[in-house]
């Protein structure tokens, strides 16, 4: 498999998506128990217990946009295709989507940056997956649309 393509299988990036949502509770949990193990908050606080629920309800509200967002992005999944990838057919699609979720991207990627500074393994782990994630949404996104090109129409980039 060439590394700068998506899965070859739609089940794939599927498991690998389901897996980013699950993983996300655990994720916030650690990251507020490592950080009041290190001192960062204040000994007369409230419990971190606050900010965990708080991240659990997040994660609860927003779980169905995120698999409707997936669903959107992977329901006629091509399967290996180019992460850069663009529909000449279909510029402002490609270009809309393009932009959006390399912006999201951009800041993922700082997102990350930090993380490893910040030594949370896990968060870089999310982070990681969340930018590998957009760029296979992005690809697939390419061959999204009412008039889906053809593999050939589509400029691969590899």
Known sequence: MNAFQTPRRKLTVWILSLSWLAFQPVATWVYYAANSRRGTYPPEADT????????????VVTLP?????????FRKYPGRVS???????????????STLL???????????????????PLDVLSNSLALYLLLCCRSSLMF???????????IQHA
Do not use: K
Not at 48 to 59: D, L
Not at 144 to 154: D, E, R
């Open 83 to 97: 992460f850069l990838a663009f529909n000449p057919e279909r510029i402002a699609w490609s270009s809309i989507w």
């Open 48 to 59: 971190i217990i606050v900010g965990q629920m708080q991240a659990t309800v997040g994660w």
């Open 65 to 73: 946009i995120f698999l409707t967002f997936f669903w959107f992005c």
């Open 102 to 120: 390399i912006g999201i991207g951009v800041i993922e990627f700082w997102s990350l940056i930090s993380n490893i500074l910040g030594l949370y």
């Open 144 to 154: 999204s649309s009412v008039g889906v090109p053809s593999q050939a129409a589509v």
